[in-house]
């Protein structure tokens, strides 16, 4: 996916790009291509981006290392602000501002560029799970180290005989 000049998103026919997807991104490991749409909305002093895409991508499980297939889902939608100047990191050391859930949090330059790419590979990276479980009845390794037998040591055999004479009869 190339990225998108965001005055051409103004341009263009009622300020709104649709971008179908059906490809695989270079930085996510995916056993299907992602799929779905992207709609950049151009709103005079933001952007509005939205997309709907699934793929499927291969985990390990955190419990047995076993390999899974998980499906990825994202239906996302995000305002990114538009800024005639480069934002600064911060213009005042220890300036204190205020961001509510609804503000932009994304700043681009309003004459710069847009990548749906990466953009994309963001949502679907938020959307992998933080536990990563090939079943929720997953015994893990544990069940399969308790069917293992220990060898015993040798130098212990001496001490083993004398404990079971003491238990005894």
Same mark, same amino acid.
């Given at each position: 996916?190339?990225?998108?000049?965001?005055?051409?998103?103004?341009? !263009?026919?009622?300020?709104?790009?649709?971008?179908?997807?059906? $490809?695989?991104?270079?930085?996510? *490991?995916?056993?299907?291509?992602?799929?779905?749409?992207?709609?950049?909305? &151009?709103?005079?002093?933001?952007?509005?981006?939205?997309?709907? #895409?699934?793929?499927?991508? *291969?985990?390990?499980?955190?419990?047995?290392?076993?390999?899974?297939? &998980?499906?990825?889902?994202?239906? !996302?939608?995000?305002?990114?602000?538009?800024?005639?100047?480069?934002?600064? !990191?911060? #213009?005042?050391?220890?300036?204190?501002?205020?961001? *509510?859930?609804?503000?932009?949090?994304? *700043?681009?330059?309003?004459?710069? &560029?847009?990548?749906? $790419?990466?953009?994309?590979?963001?949502?679907?990276?938020?959307?992998?799970? &933080?536990?990563?479980?090939?079943?929720?009845?997953? $015994?893990?390794?544990?069940?399969? #180290?308790?069917?293992?037998?220990?060898?015993?040591?040798?130098?212990?055999? #001496?001490?083993?005989?004398?404990? $079971?004479?003491?238990?005894?009869?």
């Amino acid at each position: 996916m190339d990225k998108i000049y965001i005055p051409d998103i103004e341009n !263009a026919p009622q300020q709104t790009i649709v971008l179908d997807v059906e $490809e695989f991104l270079p930085e996510l *490991t995916s056993l299907t291509s992602v799929q779905g749409q992207i709609t950049l909305v &151009h709103q005079r002093n933001y952007l509005q981006v939205s997309s709907q #895409a699934k793929t499927i991508v *291969t985990l390990n499980c955190d419990r047995c290392l076993q390999q899974y297939n &998980h499906r990825l889902v994202v239906d !996302a939608s995000e305002m990114i602000w538009l800024s005639t100047k480069v934002p600064e !990191a911060s #213009a005042e050391p220890g300036l204190e501002i205020e961001v *509510t859930l609804d503000d932009p949090v994304e *700043t681009l330059l309003s004459r710069g &560029h847009f990548s749906p $790419e990466d953009w994309l590979y963001q949502q679907l990276s938020l959307q992998l799970p &933080h536990r990563q479980l090939c079943d929720q009845n997953c $015994e893990g390794l544990l069940k399969e #180290a308790e069917n293992i037998e220990q060898p015993v040591d040798r130098r212990w055999a #001496a001490l083993e005989s004398l404990k $079971e004479q003491m238990q005894g009869p």
